[in-house]
């Protein structure tokens, strides 16, 4: 993992692809848009890939949209995952906060110091060269997390990110749709599922808008929604019971026609076993995963004789 901040200049940087990464020249506005980015790619050799999930931000006022819906104010220290080439970056650092930015791809993460720093001179960024999913350190110990998350990887990043900075108390991901109304549904939704029960552990998580196709570049075969999120007070439990749940939830929801007496049994032991620690943590073993809540989960977990 590497670091760089926007102190960083053109001159000190190391060339791509035979020459010196540098920025496109300064638009009007503090924030970047369709041509700025565009010229960007071009000049990073930059072709956007699924298997990165990238699709950028093209849209200065989905930016700005964003960043009001996350409640950002000056003095605030956010992580971004995914920054790619700084639209979102711009827009958090815009409002006067600190931003420590984690980018998997390194000729993203070398030039975002540089044109950062071309528009907006001076705001406080720190960027990692790094895979989110290995990340469990960061600088700064950021309060607030705002990104918009790689389709492939968005879960699995949000949950590890939540899992190892408990100092991310809250935050707004852009996500695909189908994946976010997951995020947010109560028991008993057609979509309620793993994701939704892990997340729940952590807080409480909402959708907070719709977001047009036509904002990102290149233009995503999947619609896309804003999930906002508030974490607990406190945590739910140990980290061996929030294991023990997570084992249950995905037990639960890999069969989740079934009851629970029969979707758990193999992680249990037999059925008959299932039976007696659901109903020790007072909840009917013909019920499905379906219908249960983090905490009735965390009651079978505590029910459950691990040694």
Same mark, same amino acid.
């Given at each position: 993992?590497?670091?760089?901040?926007?102190?960083?200049? %053109?001159?000190? %940087?190391?060339?791509?692809?035979?020459r010196?990464?540098a920025?496109? @020249?300064?638009?009007?506005?503090?924030? $970047?848009?369709?041509?700025?980015?565009?010229?960007?790619?071009?000049?990073?050799?930059?072709?956007?890939?699924?298997?990165?999930?990238?699709?950028?931000?093209?849209?200065?006022?989905?930016?700005? #949209?964003?960043?009001?819906?996350?409640?950002?104010t000056?003095?605030?220290?956010?992580?971004?995952?995914?920054?790619?080439?700084? =639209?979102?970056? $711009?827009?958090?650092?815009?409002?006067?906060?600190?931003?420590?930015?984690?980018?998997?791809?390194?000729?993203? %993460?070398?030039?975002?110091?540089?044109?950062?720093?071309?528009?907006?001179?001076?705001v406080?960024?720190? *960027?990692?060269?790094a895979?989110?999913? #290995? *990340?469990?350190?960061?600088?700064?110990?950021?309060?607030?997390?705002?990104?918009?998350?790689?389709?492939?990887?968005?879960?699995? *990043?949000?949950?590890?990110?939540?899992?190892?900075f408990?100092s991310?108390?809250?935050?707004?991901?852009?996500?695909?749709?189908?994946?976010?109304?997951? $995020?947010?549904?109560?028991?008993?939704?057609?979509?309620?599922?793993?994701?939704?029960?892990?997340?729940?552990?952590?807080?409480?998580?909402?959708?907070?808008?719709?977001?047009?196709?036509?904002?990102?570049?290149?233009?995503?075969?999947?619609? =896309?929604i804003?999930? @906002?999120?508030?974490? #607990?007070?406190?945590?739910?439990?140990?980290?061996?019971?929030?294991?023990?749940?997570?084992?249950?939830?995905?037990?639960?929801?890999?069969?989740?026609?079934?009851?629970?007496?029969?979707?758990?049994?193999?992680?249990?032991?037999?059925?008959a076993? %299932?039976?007696? *620690?659901?109903?020790?943590?007072?909840?009917?073993?013909?019920?499905?995963?379906?219908?249960?809540?983090?905490?009735?989960?965390?009651?079978?977990? #505590?029910?459950?004789?691990?040694?």
């Amino acid at each position: 993992m590497s670091e760089t901040t926007n102190s960083d200049s %053109a001159e000190s %940087a190391e060339p791509q692809h035979g020459r010196h990464a540098a920025a496109p @020249a300064k638009a009007p506005s503090a924030l $970047l848009g369709p041509a700025e980015i565009r010229d960007l790619a071009e000049m990073l050799g930059v072709n956007p890939t699924k298997k990165l999930g990238q699709n950028f931000v093209i849209d200065a006022n989905t930016v700005r #949209r964003i960043v009001k819906v996350a409640q950002i104010t000056p003095g605030d220290t956010v992580v971004e995952v995914g920054p790619g080439l700084g =639209s979102l970056t $711009l827009g958090l650092t815009e409002v006067g906060a600190g931003v420590v930015a984690v980018e998997i791809d390194a000729r993203l %993460a070398e030039q975002l110091p540089l044109t950062v720093e071309l528009m907006q001179p001076g705001v406080p960024l720190t *960027v990692l060269h790094a895979d989110a999913l #290995r *990340v469990v350190e960061l600088p700064g110990n950021p309060t607030c997390l705002v990104a918009n998350l790689p389709y492939n990887v968005s879960v699995p *990043v949000l949950l590890h990110l939540l899992e190892n900075f408990a100092s991310i108390r809250s935050g707004v991901v852009m996500v695909q749709a189908e994946v976010g109304e997951r $995020l947010a549904a109560p028991p008993g939704s057609k979509v309620y599922g793993s994701p939704s029960v892990k997340a729940a552990w952590y807080g409480d998580f909402r959708t907070a808008g719709k977001v047009s196709r036509q904002v990102f570049w290149p233009v995503p075969n999947v619609d =896309s929604i804003l999930v @906002a999120f508030e974490r #607990r007070g406190e945590q739910l439990e140990s980290e061996e019971l929030r294991l023990a749940t997570f084992a249950l939830v995905d037990a639960a929801f890999q069969q989740r026609r079934k009851m629970l007496r029969q979707s758990l049994s193999v992680l249990l032991g037999d059925s008959a076993t %299932a039976s007696t *620690v659901i109903t020790a943590a007072g909840i009917d073993p013909t019920t499905r995963g379906e219908q249960l809540t983090v905490h009735d989960f965390l009651a079978i977990a #505590r029910a459950w004789p691990t040694d």
